[in-house]
Every structure is written in C-alpha cells, then in structure tokens.
C-alpha cells in the first residue's frame, strides 16, 4: 500500500514538473501569433450626462494615419506606431527593446448608442481622445405632467 502511494506521489510530483516546463517556454505557434496581431491599446471609457469618452494612449503614432469608425455600437480605433527612422532600425545595435511599434487596434462595445455624426477626436501629448455625444434617444429629459397646473400663493392663515 504503502508503495502504490508513494508511487502515484512522484507520478503526480513529474507531472506537474512536466506541465511547468510545457507551460513556461515559449512555443513558437504562439510568439508567431502575437507578432502578427495588431498591438493593444490602453484606453479609458467613461461617461457624463451627454456625453460618452474614450481616451487611449497611442504615443508615436501620426494622428493623420489614425482611423476610428463606429459600426453597430463598436468603435474602432486602427493606426500604426513609428518610433524610430529606418535607417536608426537598420544602423543600431540594440541592446534592449521595449517600446512597441507597428500596428495597433482597438474595439470597444460603447455603453449607450451616440450620435456618430457629432463626434470630436483629438490627439495631444499621445493621448486620443474620442468624445461622442449620447444619442437623443438615451439622454433624460423632464417630462411634464399634463393637467396639472401650479398652485396659486394662499395668503397667510388661508385654508
């Protein structure tokens, strides 16, 4: 008895040894897939009374070659990142690289619908900010209660 536990023990102990390796090196199917995906954006999304915003750092990128669209409630944000000219890429001996460059995208499901027709963007210190206004549809109104009609000021004492 003994022996078959102590058995399934370093059976178990090689698995997990075999599963921490499998896990932790780089396999090439995956480094190929993310080289070839567009780069994430980090953004926020945030909205007032009238109006829906969405601000995504995209530091580099030349706002003449950034694309937004709105289809369906998504917005899209598409451009693409240049840090360095070509001949610094081709001449440098770099030592570490940790800035990213290249294609970026980002999708995000808007909250409530907007008035794409009315949308603003702008782009300062690598900051992209997209202000949409809230459709009419979703903005609150007051609405007035028929057939009711304001008191008249009773003097003092009146009933």
Known sequence: MLTTNLFNEVMSMREAIDRLFSESFVRPSALIGALTRPMTVPFDLY????????????????????TIAINQG????????????????KQATWHMRGLSEGEFQLQVTLPVPVDAEKAEATYENGILTVCLPKAEAVRAKRIAIKGVHEQQALPAGAR
């Open 47 to 66: 909205e007032t009374g009238d109006q829906v915003f969405i601000r995504a750092a995209v530091p580099g990128a030349d706002p003449n070659q950034i």
């Open 74 to 89: 998504v917005l899209t944000i598409r451009g693409y990142r240049t840090l360095y000219p070509a001949e610094v890429e």
